[in-house]
């Protein structure tokens, strides 16, 4: 990551979120255009300067940076989602389903 120390990191998202906030969009996107210098993998940074383009009316551009952050959000959650079904397929074989899940068959048979 970039060489800001953590609090100066944390100081300047908070910088620029109050810049959105006050509308200050140019010096937002300036912010987060450091921030996402020092760290390109962070999805909010991408979704926070979208927000700011649309701010200034440049939808090309925020829609661009928003296709970003689905990227980015996408490389991600992926994974932990993946492992997360992984785990709970590992735990109903050893314990079974959980108590008072419904079985396919027993939905079939109350629809019908």
Same mark, same amino acid.
């Given at each position: 990551?970039?060489?800001? /120390?953590? *609090? ?6 908070q910088?620029? !979120? ?20 020092? &760290? %390109?993998?962070? %999805? ?13 009316? &440049? +939808?090309? /551009? ?15 959650? *992926? %994974?932990?989602?993946?492992? /997360?079904?992984?785990?709970?397929? +590992?735990i109903? *074989?050893?314990?079974? %389903?959980?108590?008072? /899940?419904?079985? !396919?068959?027993?939905? *079939?048979?109350?629809?019908?």
């Amino acid at each position: 990551m970039g060489t800001l /120390t953590y *609090r100066k990191r944390r100081r300047l998202e908070q910088a620029a !979120k109050a810049l959105l906030n006050e509308e200050r969009w140019q010096e937002a996107i300036a912010a987060y255009r450091q921030l996402s210098a020092l &760290d %390109p993998r962070q %999805p909010n940074y991408w979704w926070w300067m979208g927000c700011a383009y649309r701010g200034l009316g &440049d +939808l090309k /551009t925020a829609e661009a940076c928003e296709a970003k952050e689905r990227e980015l959000s996408s490389e991600i959650l *992926r %994974p932990m989602v993946e492992e /997360t079904l992984r785990r709970q397929q +590992l735990i109903d *074989r050893i314990y079974g %389903p959980p108590r008072g /899940t419904v079985s !396919k068959e027993e939905t *079939r048979e109350t629809h019908k």
